[in-house]
Every structure is written in C-alpha cells, then in structure tokens.
C-alpha cells in the first residue's frame, strides 16, 4: 500500500504524518484533560468551594485543554503537513 492516496484534485494524503499527528494528539489530550479534572479537584478543594466549584474549575480547565489540543494539531499539521501536490 502506497503511503499517500490520490486526491481527485491531484493532491495526496500522506497517511504517514496524518497518523503521527492523530496518535500524537491521543497521547497528549490524554495527558491534557486528566491534568484538568485533577486541576479543578486541588483548586476547588484548596479554596472549599464545594461539589459545584469542582465541576465549574473542570469545566474550564477542560475548555482550556480544548483550545491547547487544537493549538497543538494546528501546529503539528504545519510541521507535518496531512496533504502534498
């Protein structure tokens, strides 16, 4: 099997560098999001803000690890591009 597939535009999909950069973005949102509900569970604890702060602090770190994962696949895609032709 060839490592990129033609496109009816004449640009091909390296599939090599789309599957480092979809294991890559699995491993870190990994990562990512187990550091934000642990995040919110030390914050909300630390300054007792009760069951309700430790759901709203997980909610914004995980809203945050959202924007750091599309930051990182945006990047990524750059050094590795998903497409050539």
């Known amino acids: 099997m060839d490592a990129a597939a033609q496109n009816?535009?004449?640009r091909r999909i390296i599939w090599l560098n789309?599957?480092?950069v979809l294991s890559a973005a699995i491993?870190?949102?990994a990562e990512v999001f187990g550091a934000a509900f642990a995040?919110?569970?030390?914050?909300a604890n630390l300054f007792h803000?009760?069951?309700?702060g430790v759901h709203?602090?997980?909610?914004?770190f995980f809203l945050c690890g959202i924007a750091v994962m599309m930051r990182?696949?945006?990047?990524?895609?750059?050094?590795e591009p998903f497409t050539e032709g």
């Open 56 to 60: 709203i602090l997980q909610g914004i």
């Open 18 to 20: 789309v599957l480092t």
């Open 39 to 43: 995040a919110g569970w030390a914050f």
């Open 72 to 79: 990182f696949v945006r990047n990524a895609r750059r050094v």
């Open 8 to 10: 009816p535009q004449g």
């Open 27 to 29: 491993l870190i949102s």
């Open 49 to 52: 803000l009760g069951e309700y």
